[in-house]
C-alpha cells in the first residue's frame, strides 16, 4: 500500500518537470519533423493547385514556372483569337454571299416588271393604232 502512494506521489508531483523534460528535448526534433512533413505536403499541394508539378529532384523556379504559364495563357490566347478571327470571316462570307443573293432575286424581279410594264404599255398602245 506505501509503494503505490509514494509511486502515484512522485508520478503526480514530477509530471510537470517529466513534460517540460520532454517537450524541450524533442522542440527541434518537432520542429523538423514538422517542416519536413507537414510543411512540405502543404507546400506541394499548393503547388499541384498551381498546376505546377514538383517531384522533388528538380527544384522550381518561381521566375521559369511565372513564364512558362503567362507562355502558355498567351498562346492559348492567340489560338482564341485566331477562332474567333476565322468564324467572324466566315460570317462576313455567309452574309455577303446571301446578299448577292438576294440582290440577284431584286434584279431579276425588276426585270420581269420593267418587261411586264414595257408589254403591257405596248399592247395598250396596239388598240389605239
Known sequence: KQWYQRRVAITAGDF??????????????LRE?????????????KLK???????????????????????EH???????????RQKFVNKVREKDLELKRNEKELNAKYESLKKEKSTDCD???????
Open 16 to 29: 510537470v518537470k517529466l513534460r517540460e523534460m520532454l517537450i524541450r528535448t524533442n522542440m527541434e526534433d
Open 33 to 45: 519533423v514538422t517542416h519536413r512533413k507537414h510543411y512540405e505536403l502543404y507546400r506541394r499541394g
Open 49 to 71: 493547385q498551381m498546376g505546377i508539378s514538383d517531384d522533388g529532384a528538380h527544384p522550381i523556379s518561381l521566375q521559369e514556372t511565372y513564364e512558362q504559364k503567362r507562355t
Open 74 to 84: 498567351l498562346e492559348e490566347l492567340q489560338k482564341i483569337e485566331n477562332d474567333m
Open 123 to 129: 399592247s395598250a398602245l396596239i388598240p389605239l393604232l
